[in-house]
């Protein structure tokens, strides 16, 4: 299916979104300078990021139905399976609104982050609960009456709490204004990305296009999320890599996870490695916002080979990831061309 197209028909239903939630805020006789502001939260904060997470409920939804265009959907078919999609993204705007607070970031998005806007500030906090508490104001208007229903709000509140729980575990591991390397190993590093990347990133696109296409079979969910949470580990795991190791110029930004004290995979190995005069090196040089420092980690992980180390990963993993997709059970009709299709896009990808 063409992308550009299907990225054009995902971003005109957001507008429409947009018109619904005013309508309600109106209904609730909500003054005319709070609505413009939420209205101005919505589409600040939601549309402007790659949609990957939102596009793929699309996408998985027509894998699932053998669909081979945009054509083969019905209007209203296309426009539920849509609205999933936005949900996500919704959930994502949240997440970043908050943790662009919590990180003290200047920019997102190539513009100010929202808590950085004329007048916003703290606003940003009541703001990101907004966005959050928009998912189930249009989930309530388009799903209520469908059997999925309660699953679409199970699923939702699991793993927003599950990607929580995995930026704890983050923010409380590697603050950037404090450096302690024994508090890092790789073992929180795997559940900090599984929480906080995995679910909502991976599991849950392909899930909610699961419930739109009625496979909800507890074992065809198990089989995509077997898949699916390694394979959200495998990318955050490649995106710690190319932070470290990538060009600049591939990757569209200057890697910084030295310099802001991020709990990444590269440290981690290099850390389980490392001799006591490496471990020292470390101690004293990663996470200080100083350009030196973060050369001699860089230098030390090249001396390290963390590079190869994470190539043998990479192989190791999606051989370990084709091999339980090839034992996908598609008797209840669930494919395992949606598990493919993920693994496709991320496999040796260069930014």
Known sequence: MDKAIGKQKFNAVFPQLVEELEEILVGYGMPSDAI????????????GGKLNRGLSVV???????????YDDFDDEEYKKTAILGWCIELLQAYFLVADDMMDRSITRRGQPCWYKVENVNEIAINDSFMLEGAIYIILKKYFRQDKFYVDLLDLFHEVTFQTELGQLLDLITAPEDH????????????????????????????????????????????????VL??????????????????????????GT???DNKCSWVVNTALKIATPAQRALL?????RKDAEKEKICKELFNEMKINELYYQYE????????????????????????????????????K
């Open 315 to 350: 192989e190791k993993i999606v051989s370990e990831l084709k091999d339980k997709i090839s034992k996908v059970d598609e008797s209840r009709g669930f494919k395992g061309d949606v598990l493919t299709a993920f693994l496709n896009k991320i496999y040796k990808r260069q």
């Open 257 to 259: 996870d030295i310099l």
């Open 283 to 287: 101690d004293a040089n990663y996470g």
């Open 179 to 226: 450096v302690d390397l024994s508090k890092f190993s790789l073992e929180k590093h795997s559940f900090i990305v599984i929480f906080k990347t995995a679910y909502y990133s991976f599991y849950l696109p392909v899930a909610l296009a699961m419930f739109m296409a009625g496979i909800n079979d507890d074992k065809d969910l198990k089989q995509a999320q077997d």
């Open 229 to 254: 949470i390694p394979l959200g580990e495998y990318f955050q795991i490649q995106d710690d890599f190319l932070d470290c190791f990538g060009k600049p110029e591939d990757i569209g930004k200057i």
């Open 36 to 47: 413009a502001w939420f209205k101005k939260n919505l589409n600040y904060n939601t549309p």
């Open 59 to 69: 996408d998985t939804y027509a894998l699932l139905k053998g669909y081979k265009s």
